[in-house]
């Protein structure tokens, strides 16, 4: 497995989690690296992407000012902070290497995924 997601789970409407995303250092370095989600019934959407080493971030609308992406560059790890939870967030959520260092938004432009973890918000 190149890119391990975990942390998602069960968690009350306002409450908060951290999704990490363990990657091997071949496929990690000098690479964006981003978070998708889908919910049931609905396509897979961008949520944010982060330059290597870590300059540059991106996000979706919907999460901007409550999550913030980042990476461990010696651990190989970028990390989803989740805050302020809500219904809507609930999907399983997937991180995934991009196709160079930049902050792409389409699921077209990331050549490697992890298997995804569920993120349930309760309300």
């Known amino acids: 497995v190149q890119l391990q997601a975990s942390g998602g789970g069960l968690v009350q409407a306002g409450g908060s989690l951290r999704l990490s995303c363990v990657a091997s250092?071949?496929?990690?370095?000098?690479?964006?690296m981003g978070w998708f989600r889908q919910a049931p019934g609905k396509e897979r959407e961008f949520v944010a992407a982060?330059?290597?080493?870590?300059?540059?971030?991106a996000y979706a609308d919907p999460v901007k000012g409550r999550f913030t992406i980042s990476r461990d560059n010696v651990k190989n790890t970028v990390y989803l902070q989740m805050n302020s939870l809500n219904a809507e967030d609930t999907a399983v959520y997937y991180c995934?290497?991009?196709?160079?260092?930049?902050?792409?938004?389409?699921?077209?432009?990331?050549?490697?995924w992890g298997q995804g973890t569920l993120v349930t918000v309760s309300s």
């Open positions: 995934a290497r991009g196709g160079g260092n930049y902050l792409p938004r389409s699921v077209l432009e990331y050549d490697v």
């Open positions: 250092a071949r496929i990690f370095s000098h690479y964006a």
């Open positions: 982060i330059t290597w080493p870590g300059v540059k971030q």
